[in-house]
C-alpha cells in the first residue's frame, strides 16, 4: 500500500545512546519532515526536506540530525538521546512543502529514553 | 508567530448527541486551515481543507466551516466510530509551515 512507512514502532534507549528512525515514502513526494507529539503541546517540527539533498531546521531541532539522499528516504537521527526525547515521532509528506491538499504521516515511532 | 488554540481539550458525547468543536488561530497570511483526525496509536489522517472565510467543507458526519479568527468541526449525530482526536493546523504564508494545536480528544458514547 502506498504511504509512510516508519520503523521502528517502539523503542527504548538509554541516555546516551544514539539511533536512527526510519521514515521511507512510496508517492514521489518531494516535500518530507519530522514531527514530534507530546502531550498538550501539539505536533512540532523537528526538520524537514524540500527535496534530495536539500534540509533544514524545524521549529525544535536540537539534538536531531536528518540527511536526505534519496526521494524516498528521510532517517531521523539521535546523536545523545536524552530524556527531553521521550515522545512519539511521525514523518509526514506531500508532493510540496506549501501544499494545500494535506500531508500524509506516519504511524509513529514511539520512543523512551531512560 | 502563528498560533493554534483548540478547545475544549476533550469532548464526551453520547451517540446521536450533535457538537462542535473550536480552532482559534492567529496567523499572518493564512494560506490555509487544515483538519486532521487522529486514532490511537496511530498518525493523523487529513480531512479537509479551508482556504477562505466562509467556506465550507463536508465529509460524512463532519462539515469545518472558516471564519477570519476560527474555524469550527461540526460533528452531526454522531457515532462511537467518530471517538478519535481532531487535529487543527495551520499554513501561513509567513512560516510556510503547518502550525498545530494540542487537539481535541472526542468520545463518543454508545
Known amino acids: 500500500n502506498a504511504g509512510v512507512t516508519q520503523t521502528p514502532k517502539f523503542q527504548v534507549l538509554k541516555t546516551g545512546q544514539s539511533m536512527t528512525l526510519q521514515c521511507a515514502q512510496d508517492?514521489?513526494?518531494?516535500?518530507m519532515s519530522w514531527y514530534r507529539q507530546d502531550p498538550g503541546m501539539g505536533l512540532r517540527l523537528i526538520h524537514y526536506s524540500v527535496g534530495a539533498g536539500i534540509t533544514d531546521q524545524g521549529e525544535v531541532p536540537n539534538g536531531y540530525n536528518v540527511s536526505r539522499s534519496t526521494t524516498e528516504d528521510f532517517p531521523l537521527r539521535l546523536l545523545s538521546a536524552a530524556p527531553s526525547q521521550t515522545s512519539v515521532y511521525f514523518c509526514a509528506s506531500s508532493y510540496s512543502r506549501d501544499s494545500l491538499y494535506g500531508y500524509t504521516f506516519g504511524s509513529g515511532t514511539r520512543l523512551t529514553v531512560v | 508567530e502563528d498560533q493554534v488554540t483548540q478547545s475544549p481539550e476533550a469532548l464526551r458525547l453520547q451517540e446521536g448527541e450533535s457538537s462542535s468543536l473550536n480552532c482559534s488561530y492567529t496567523v499572518s497570511g493564512l494560506r490555509g486551515l487544515f483538519w486532521y483526525r487522529q486514532d490511537p496509536g496511530k498518525g493523523p489522517e487529513f480531512l479537509f481543507t479551508?482556504?477562505?472565510a466562509g467556506e465550507e467543507k463536508e465529509k460524512e458526519r463532519l462539515k469545518a466551516t472558516l471564519t477570519k479568527k476560527e474555524s469550527f468541526l461540526h460533528i452531526t449525530a454522531p457515532k462511537p466510530e467518530d471517538s478519535a482526536t481532531y487535529l487543527c493546523a495551520v499554513h501561513s504564508g509567513s512560516a510556510r509551515q503547518l502550525t498545530f494545536g494540542s487537539g481535541t480528544q472526542l468520545t463518543v458514547l454508545p
Open positions: 508517492m514521489n513526494h518531494e516535500y
Open positions: 479551508l482556504y477562505s
